[in-house]
């Protein structure tokens, strides 16, 4: 099993996986901060490449997350104020500034011919990967949910056994404490602490600890862009996560339990189209611990030794 295993990640290539780019939203180097946030939230899209005008070439990715992050904690702009989006620092500070902050903006290279493999090795330290052609000319994204959707669909053909092994013969999400933020907690308060805690989402617990909702990075894009757009952060977090436009919610609360097996959990990020499932004591309803598409990535990276 290991053997075909190995032999299908590396036979199957990028281009078979990655999406076919059509109307592709970027941003432009000579663009402010404001200029590209606008973007992301008009296309409710949590990221975006960056087109160096000068050279004419892409260099960056800017995310959602480095921009919230860049607003409160660099710019220091009050969350007090609602408009705070609309201050002279936010409009005019060019987008360049986010380059570097963190790994999300890294521009990392894969060719579309390259097996998947390669590209999973690689997505283990990136949420994102550019694709490139043999002539060198940016034509697709690959992120960690397309694979893990892609893995999902194939399942049965392409990991075998492994498919009926369990979260539990893994240790899938157990290596790390659950972040969590209380329900009464002020919504931008919980994006700080995605922030500080550099994390994409919270388990969102009641007073006994219980987890009742999820809260996600992805949500900043399911708001408006208006004067008074930030006017949904200041509610409480339980609030928040029931005020949603799209026709499925992130914020939902997505579980496994220890004795699911990996394809119930590669089926459960497939459906509900989330980026972490968290695993639940069935007696408590505690969290124990979250599988994030990080964690399916390094699951695939090396092939399980089998006993």
């Not at 157990?174 to 931008?188: E, F, H, K, L």
Request: glycine share 4%; net charge neutral; with cysteine.
């Amino acid at each position: 099993m290991e053997h075909s295993f190995k032999t299908r990640l590396m036979q199957t290539r990028v281009k078979n996986v990655c999406p076919k780019l059509e109307n592709l939203v970027i941003a432009k180097s000579t663009e402010t901060i404001a200029d590209v946030f606008r973007k992301l939230v008009d296309h409710r899209i949590t990221s975006v490449p960056l087109l160096d005008e000068t050279n004419k070439k892409y260099a960056a990715f800017i995310d959602m997350f480095d921009i919230l992050a860049y607003a409160v904690v660099v710019l220091n702009l009050q969350l007090q104020t609602e408009d705070w989006h609309a201050s002279t620092q936010f409009q005019t500070t060019s987008c360049l500034s986010l380059v570097g902050r963190s790994p999300r903006s890294d521009w990392r290279l894969i060719s579309a011919d390259a097996p998947l493999q390669g590209a999973i090795n690689e997505l283990r330290e990136v949420h994102r990967l550019a694709v490139i052609d043999e002539h060198g000319n940016f034509v697709s994204i690959l992120t960690q949910y397309r694979v893990a959707r892609w893995l999902s669909a194939r399942a049965d053909w392409t990991i075998g056994d492994l498919a009926s092994m369990t979260v539990e013969d893994f240790g899938l999400g157990s290596n790390r404490p659950v972040a969590t933020i209380p329900r009464s907690s002020r919504t931008i308060d919980a994006f700080v602490t995605m922030y500080t805690e550099n994390v994409t989402g919270l388990a969102v617990v009641d007073e006994a600890n219980q987890v009742v909702g999820n809260m996600s990075l992805s949500d900043l894009k399911e708001m408006e862009y208006s004067a008074q757009m930030f006017r949904g952060l200041y509610i409480p977090v339980s609030e928040f996560i029931l005020r949603k436009r799209l026709p499925y919610t992130r914020s939902s609360l997505v579980w496994v339990d220890k004795y699911d097996t990996i394809m119930e959990v590669l089926n459960k990020f497939r459906k509900h189209r989330v980026h972490r499932v968290y695993i639940l004591d069935l007696g408590s309803k505690i969290p124990t611990g979250v599988i994030s598409l990080t964690d399916i990535m390094y699951l695939f990276s090396s092939i399980p030794k089998v006993a």
